[in-house]
């Protein structure tokens, strides 16, 4: 079982750019692909991006798409979250995911595919 830890939250202002990293432990993360959710207070657990075990194929949400870039650095075990140009509705926690290679591919948007989580950083937005 790998272990999960976000760091690199914080607050910025609107426009402003955030870099997130995932450290992880217990295994390799070649094994796993790694995904980002976030959570706004009262709202439920939202998709943000997702990256294959190799970093080859990526996928993003609509609402991020040409603003955040997911990649991953297998040597170090650590997958990243670089976020630009943010925009106050951005403003959450956002964890870091792990599943094990194998599911369907439209499985990478699910937050019920990833067995793991960390235990998530704020990302704070001001306008």
């Known amino acids: 079982q790998v272990q999960l830890v976000e760091s690199g939250g914080g607050l910025v202002q609107a426009g402003g750019s955030l870099r997130l990293s995932c450290a992880a432990s217990?295994?390799?993360?070649?094994?796993?692909?790694m995904g980002w959710f976030r959570q706004a207070p009262g709202k439920e657990r939202e998709f943000v991006a997702a990256i294959n075990w190799s970093g080859g194929n990526t996928y993003y949400a609509d609402s991020v798409k040409g603003r955040f870039t997911i990649s991953r650095d297998n040597a170090k075990n650590t997958v990243y979250l670089q976020m630009n140009s943010l925009k106050p509705e951005d403003t959450a926690v956002y964890y870091c995911?792990?599943?094990?290679?194998?599911?369907?591919?439209?499985?990478?948007?699910?937050?019920?595919?990833?067995?793991?989580w960390g235990q998530g950083t704020q990302v704070t937005v001001s306008s």
């Open positions: 995911a792990a599943r094990p290679n194998g599911y369907r591919r439209s499985s990478y948007y699910l937050s019920a595919a990833y067995p793991t």
């Open positions: 217990g295994r390799t993360i070649s094994d796993y692909a």
